[in-house]
C-alpha cells in the first residue's frame, strides 16, 4: 500500500480514539496528510516516523468542522463589519481544535449575479487561512440568472445556499423562498434558513421605539420564541411543499426545536443546528448595566432562562439537532464606528437596539465550552461537531473522519484533564475585544490541533506553530443527506 512505503510522517500514541461510532485505545499512523493506518494501541511504538506525540490517557478526535462561520463580511445588517477576516477568524479556529470553516459568500442585494459574490470571497481567502474552508453562497436578491448558476456553484466545489426570512436587507418572500427551494432540489443544494419572522420581528421593533425602549435588553424582547418556531414552522410547510431538504441554522428556541422534532418524527427532511451561545447564555447577559448587554446581542438572541437552556440540551442529545456550529460573528465592543457602540448617540446613550450589530464571536471557544461541560458522550460530541457538518455539507469522509488511507490527518488531541480554569479574552486568537464567555470555567483545551498530518496549534509548546497559507479550500459534494432530485411534479397536489 502506497501510504505505508518508508517512514510513517506521524505517529500518534497510546490515544483514546474518538469517532461518532467508535471509541477505543488506538495508535493512529500518518502519511501524506492523511491517516495512513489506525493500529491497537503501542503496536506502533517502533515503527520509524518523523514525529512522535504521546497521547497517553488523551482523548484523540478527528478535527472540529464548524460549518457557520462569518469572516470578512461587508456591513449586511446595518451598522457594523465583522471583526475578523480569514487570517484571525482561521487562526483562532485551530487553536479551538477546528480544523475546517463554512464560511459565507454573501450577494449584495442589488446584484444579479452570485458568481461575483464567489469571487470575492475566494480573493479573500487565498494563501490567508490557518485551517481548512470552504464557503455557502448566501443568496439575497434570487433573480433567474441567480438561481441558474446554482449549477455553475456545484462546478466549483460548493454545494450549500443561506437565505434569510429576516433583515431587511436580506429577507427573502416565501415565494423567493420556493424559488431557492426548487432550484436547489434540482442540483444537490443544500438550504440554510435563517428562520425569524421579520415582518412581525420589525414591527416589534417599532413598538418598542415608540416606547422609547431602545436598551440592549429589549433586543430579546423584539424577538420572542413565536417569532423563531413562527418561522420554523413555515419554513418546514415551503420545504414540505418543494419535498426538498432544509437546515434550520441557529436554533435558539426549544418550541422551534420541538416543531422540528416533530417534522423529523413525520418522516420530514429536516436538519437544524445549534449553537454554544444557546446553551451557556441567556436573556439576563443582555441587561448588564449601561450597553454591557450589546455584548450578547445576536440573532435570534439568548432565551429566558435555565429551562431553555435544557431544552437546548435536550436537543443535541436526542438528535433533533444534526449540528453544533459556532455562528462565529465577530464585531469589536469598543468601535464607535464599525463596533457594537456604533449604536450608541446622544440621544440613546446607552444605545438602541436595532442598530447594535448582531454577532458574537465563538469559533475558538465552541469545542472546548461544550467538551467541557460533559453533557454529551464523546462519540456524540465528535458526531455533531465533525462527522455530521462534514456529512451535511459534503466534506465527508475527507473530512470528519479517521478512515485509513481516505480522510485528511486532521486531529484534536485533548489534554487527560486540566484543572478548572476561566475563558478570559486575553487566552484567545481572535481579532475581538471581548469573549460573550468570559468568565465561564472550563477544564478542556486542545493539546494539539493537526491538520492534514501538520501540527498546527501546540499549547505547551509556542501556541499557534502553523502557517498562514497553509489551510486550503476545500471542495465539496452534494449533501450526504441531500434528497430526490428528480423533476418537481406540481401535478400531484
Not at 216 to 241: C, D, V
Not at 251 to 257: E, F, K, L, M, W
Request: charged share 20%.
Amino acid at each position: 500500500m502506497t501510504l505505508l512505503q518508508g517512514p510513517l510522517d506521524c505517529i500518534i500514541l497510546n490515544g483514546t480514539v474518538v469517532t461518532a461510532a467508535d471509541i477505543g485505545r488506538y495508535d493512529i499512523g500518518i502519511k501524506d496528510g492523511k491517516v495512513a493506518l489506525l493500529a491497537p494501541a503501542q503496536a506502533l511504538a517502533t515503527t520509524p516516523a518523523a514525529r512522535v506525540i504521546d497521547a497517553e490517557g488523551a482523548y484523540v478526535m478527528p478535527g472540529g468542522v464548524d460549518a457557520h462561520v462569518h469572516l470578512a463580511e461587508p456591513p449586511l445588517f446595518g451598522k457594523g463589519r465583522t471583526a475578523d477576516d480569514y487570517t484571525t477568524g482561521t487562526r483562532s479556529a485551530i487553536a479551538g481544535g477546528t480544523t475546517t470553516i463554512i464560511a459565507f459568500a454573501p450577494q449584495d442585494k442589488s446584484a444579479p449575479s452570485l458568481l461575483g459574490a464567489l469571487d470575492e470571497a475566494e480573493k479573500k481567502a487565498e494563501n490567508n487561512t490557518y485551517c481548512d474552508y470552504s464557503f455557502h453562497l448566501l443568496v439575497g436578491n434570487p433573480t433567474r440568472q441567480a438561481l441558474d448558476e446554482f449549477a455553475i456553484l456545484r462546478q466549483r466545489g460548493i454545494s450549500s445556499v443561506k437565505i434569510y426570512m429576516t433583515y431587511e436587507a436580506l429577507q427573502l418572500r416565501d415565494n423567493q423562498i420556493l424559488d431557492v427551494l426548487l432550484q436547489s432540489r434540482t442540483d444537490g443544494i443544500t438550504t440554510m434558513i435563517h428562520a425569524e419572522n421579520g415582518d412581525v420581528l420589525s414591527w416589534m421593533t417599532e413598538q418598542l421605539e415608540r416606547r422609547q425602549l431602545l436598551a440592549p435588553k429589549y433586543h430579546a424582547t423584539s424577538r420572542p420564541q413565536i417569532l423563531e418556531s413562527e418561522a420554523t414552522n413555515r419554513a418546514i410547510a415551503l420545504g414540505q411543499l418543494i419535498q426538498t431538504p432544509i437546515l434550520i441554522v441557529h436554533v435558539s428556541s426549544p418550541s422551534a426545536a420541538e416543531i422540528i422534532r416533530q417534522a423529523q418524527t413525520n418522516g420530514l427532511p429536516v436538519y437544524a443546528e445549534t449553537c454554544p451561545q444557546y446553551l451557556f447564555l441567556t436573556r439576563a447577559e443582555l441587561d448588564k448595566p449601561g450597553f454591557e448587554g450589546a455584548k450578547c446581542v445576536c440573532s435570534p438572541p439568548p432565551r429566558d432562562g435555565e429551562a431553555d437552556l435544557e431544552g437546548i440540551w435536550r436537543g443535541l442529545q436526542n438528535g433533533t439537532f444534526t449540528i453544533l456550529s459556532s455562528d462565529h460573528c465577530p464585531f469589536v465592543y469598543d468601535d464607535a464606528v464599525n463596533g457594537k457602540k456604533a449604536a450608541i448617540s446622544a440621544d440613546a446613550p446607552v444605545g438602541r437596539f436595532r442598530y447594535i450589530p448582531n454577532g458574537c464571536a465563538g469559533v475558538e471557544t465552541r469545542l472546548p465550552l461544550v467538551l467541557s461541560a460533559n453533557r454529551l458522550t464523546p462519540q456524540k460530541f465528535v458526531e455533531v461537531t465533525s462527522t455530521n457538518p462534514a456529512k451535511l455539507y459534503g466534506l465527508y469522509p475527507r473530512k470528519g473522519a479517521l478512515i485509513p488511507g481516505i480522510s485528511d490527518a486532521d486531529l484534536t488531541i485533548w489534554y487527560p484533564s486540566l484543572d478548572p480554569f476561566p475563558i478570559t479574552n486575553d487566552m484567545l486568537h481572535h481579532n475581538v475585544d471581548y469573549t460573550p464567555f468570559e468568565g465561564t470555567t472550563i477544564t478542556q483545551w486542545p493539546r494539539y490541533t493537526l491538520l492534514r498530518g501538520e501540527v498546527v496549534w501546540d499549547r505547551d509548546n509556542g501556541g499557534i506553530v502553523g502557517q498562514k497559507g497553509y489551510g486550503q479550500f476545500v471542495r465539496r459534494d452534494r449533501s450526504e443527506f441531500s434528497g430526490d432530485q428528480s423533476p418537481w411534479d406540481i401535478e400531484k397536489f
